[in-house]
């Protein structure tokens, strides 16, 4: 399934993102992280990720935002982008969707939401 799918992390909680690119790499992605929003959009520019997974809160930007900044940059080569979220409530699928991430999560210890989000994106 990972087959030299690239993945970025944009996540400022250390654990969390250490937890989820544990997870990532066992399944075999190749997994690049950022804790902030403006970071992460240059790491986007970077790394040209198949897939970007974005928390909703970081400490320099909205996550919706970032998916949009990153929608803007990408051009012709679109990553797919997942938003990521610690309470249901924090996801507001339509300001998602707007924002053009192609799915949202809550996340999950064992990070299979996150799992079965990507291989419904590639």
């Known amino acids: 399934m990972a087959d030299g799918t690239k993945i970025l992390i944009i996540e400022d909680n250390p654990a969390e993102c250490a937890i989820l690119r544990a997870a990532l790499e066992k399944w075999g992605f190749t997994v690049f992280a ?3 929003g403006k970071e ?19 400490p320099d ?3 919706f935002n970032v998916c949009r900044q990153i929608r803007q940059i990408s051009g012709k080569t679109q990553p797919k982008i997942i ?5 249901v409530d924090a996801v507001d699928a339509v300001k998602a969707r707007r924002n ?6 809550v996340k999950t210890a064992d990070c299979q ?4 989000a ?5």
Not at 118 to 122: F, T, V
Request: proline share 2%; net charge negative.
């Open 113 to 116: 939401a996150i799992l079965k």
């Open 34 to 36: 950022s804790s902030f």
């Open 100 to 105: 053009g991430c192609d799915d949202y999560v």
């Open 83 to 87: 938003i990521i979220t610690d309470n």
């Open 61 to 63: 930007a909205d996550g």
């Open 40 to 58: 992460g959009v240059s790491r986007a520019k970077e790394t040209a990720p198949d897939i970007v997974i974005i928390d909703t809160i970081l």
């Open 118 to 122: 990507i291989e419904k994106l590639i």
